[in-house]
């Protein structure tokens, strides 16, 4: 059974950071998988915020209104991702949900939640003026 447990969700000022955990289990040990973190805002779609290969080759990929302030890591031994965010502001408050899928981020086509298979329960960013 595969589970995404999220962590470090919360409330901070503009310009402060923080950094989300997500730990995936279920997925077979030394297997190549992509983990990407998405966010809801109310009233809008789901947006791709940042995903890294994991098991294979290294890789990142950042969406266009978080690059330069947003790092994502992975620390492989613990199946672990995480998203550092920095200089955060208002317009980064929303739900922020961690995904999987049991293949390389390289194969697939486009960073979009529909290819993404499982899900973590997501967590609140709130972002205050």
């Known amino acids: 059974q595969v589970q995404l447990v999220e962590s470090g969700g919360g409330s901070v000022q503009a310009g402060g950071s923080l950094r989300l955990s997500c730990t995936v289990s279920?997925?077979?040990?030394?297997?190549?998988?992509?983990m990407g973190w998405f966010r809801q805002a109310p009233g809008k779609e789901r947006e791709g915020v940042a995903h890294?290969?994991?098991?294979?080759?290294?890789?990142?990929h950042y969406g266009d209104s978080v690059k330069g302030r947003f790092t994502i890591s992975r620390d492989t031994a613990k199946n672990t991702v995480y998203l550092e965010m920095n200089s955060l502001k208002p317009e980064d408050t929303a739900t922020y949900y961690c995904?999987?899928?049991?293949?390389?981020?390289?194969?697939?086509?486009?960073?979009?939640?529909?290819?993404?298979?499982?899900w973590g329960q997501g967590t609140q960013i709130t972002v205050s003026s």
């Open positions: 995904a999987a899928v049991r293949r390389g981020c390289w194969s697939l086509g486009i960073f979009a939640p529909s290819r993404f298979a499982d």
């Open positions: 279920g997925y077979p040990t030394k297997s190549e998988y992509c």
């Open positions: 890294i290969n994991v098991g294979g080759i290294i890789s990142t």
